[in-house]
């Protein structure tokens, strides 16, 4: 997949790897559509990158619909969708509200679907490819992130599900697993990042690699690659992975 002349929509792209990526995908040569919840932001953003900004809150319903149709009216195509907005909230499960419950799920699980479910047909016509950022809470769990977990995991699995579906079409399909990064998601969700070890990526290297799994076709990426340790672990050893979890968290 070329990004130079692409037109891409990047969703969660006021601040942290959404912000990065528009950067990066427009350094490229893309067309690139940033759309997010952050007005002055996005406005800053595109007089840095040139970028077309969309302003749009994906927890409402039907807003991944409604944010297709806007992009597809102005550009009649979409070439690279990189599913990337995301929410948090760290807590105990029985803590939490259901209206945050449901947030998450919405923005981190139900918006991408949507949002895949309005371009794919041109892609199938035309040719693409569909990025997922996702999480490694969605590849191993996370005690006090239950829902947010369960979202990025259903995210992954629908993502792996719809490659081998697109095996046959001109549409690639990367999941793009980080681990740690330094944005405000943090902040945002409630619960600061305390840990000294690992240490927060800049969000540029998740921009890095996400670019990359365009050009290359990537079916995934893990940022840092040694994230995928824990996960080889976990699978070939699930009695001693749990041991290890309940001691480090």
Sequence with gaps: MRLTGAVVLVTGASSGIGAAVVRRLARAGSQVVAAGRDRERLARLAAETGAATLLTDLARPGAGRDLAERVLARHTRVDVLVNNAGVGWAGPFGGMAAAVADELLAVNLHAPIELTRAV?????????HLVFVGSIAGRLGVGGEAVYAAGKAGLDVFAQSLRLELAHRRVGVS???????????????GQPYRRRRPRPLPPERVADALADAIVRDRAEVYVPGWLRLPVAVRALLPGAYRRLAARFG
Excluded: E, I, N
């Design 120 to 128: 794919l047909p041109g892609m199938c016509h035309r040719g693409g």
């Design 175 to 189: 999941v793009v697993v980080p681990g740690v990064v330094d944005t405000p998601f943090f902040a945002r969700r």
